[in-house]
């Protein structure tokens, strides 16, 4: 079965434009995460989905950011009016279950560069 | 708030044992993670201690301590693939992690 996708694989945009990034889950996981890591660094957790809600967006840096997922499967994550501080890998995660502390299967990525 | 702390990178000889530490802070703990992640890769999930102890997995194992705050992986019979960043985390409630900054591992033939 195929594992989770990610695209595009890399994205290269100027400052201020939009940007629109894709995850495609594990057919059947219906626990959906989205991190941002910097190089070198830890993953920083920006938001959950179970099935189509999403009870957590904390960890969304600023209303530039936001995500959606429909028909509990495909996501896209959009951030509008992108900064240069959101260079990043953009990883997309999905679980069969909703607990944390179990295996979340991780997407290649999506590494975007903010010109 | 909840924090991990874990050195920033370990060296070892191909063939030895290395340990790679973890220590924590959290107001509720759930348990902690081991994932693996090589350069450019994505992270893929080791191991996950919610009681106290030893778990092993072939050539992984992961120690727990929850009255220290505190976790170990212990990889052997170190391979060149084994090279790459290890990562502990702390699941939040009940589907959020909390990641450390990585550990990088290099190994030596």
């Known amino acids: 079965g195929a594992g989770v996708s990610q695209s595009p694989s890399n994205k290269v945009t100027e400052k201020g434009k939009d940007v629109e990034l894709r995850c495609d889950p594990i057919?059947?996981?219906?626990?959906l995460y989205w991190y941002r890591q910097s190089l070198g660094q830890g993953l920083e957790f920006l938001i959950y989905?179970?099935?189509?809600?999403?009870?957590?967006k904390s960890g969304l840096p600023s209303d530039r950011f936001s995500a959606e997922r429909t028909g509990g499967s495909v996501s896209t994550l959009t951030i509008q009016r992108t900064q240069q501080e959101d260079s990043a890998v953009y990883l997309c995660?999905?679980?069969?279950?909703?607990?944390?502390?179990?295996?979340?299967?991780f997407g290649p990525g999506t590494r975007l560069t903010v010109l | 708030g909840q924090s991990l702390e874990q050195p920033s990178e370990v060296t070892a000889v191909e063939g030895a044992i290395v340990q790679i530490n973890c220590t924590y802070q959290?107001?509720?703990?759930?348990?902690l993670s081991w994932y693996q992640q090589h350069d450019g890769g994505a992270p893929t999930f080791l191991s996950y201690?919610?009681l106290d102890g030893l778990e092993e997995t072939g050539r992984f194992s992961s120690f727990l301590s929850r009255s220290d705050s505190y976790g170990y992986l212990l990889l052997q019979e170190l391979q060149m693939k084994d090279s790459a960043s290890y990562f502990c985390?702390?699941?939040?409630?009940?589907?959020?992690?909390?990641w450390g900054a990585g550990t990088k591992l290099i190994i030596k033939p």
């Open positions: 989905f179970q099935g189509n809600s999403a009870p957590d």
């Open positions: 959290t107001s509720g703990f759930y348990g």
């Open positions: 057919s059947g996981h219906t626990a």
């Open positions: 985390a702390l699941p939040r409630s009940n589907y959020q992690l909390i």
């Open positions: 995660a999905s679980s069969s279950r909703d607990r944390g502390g179990d295996e979340q299967f």
């Open positions: 201690n919610a």
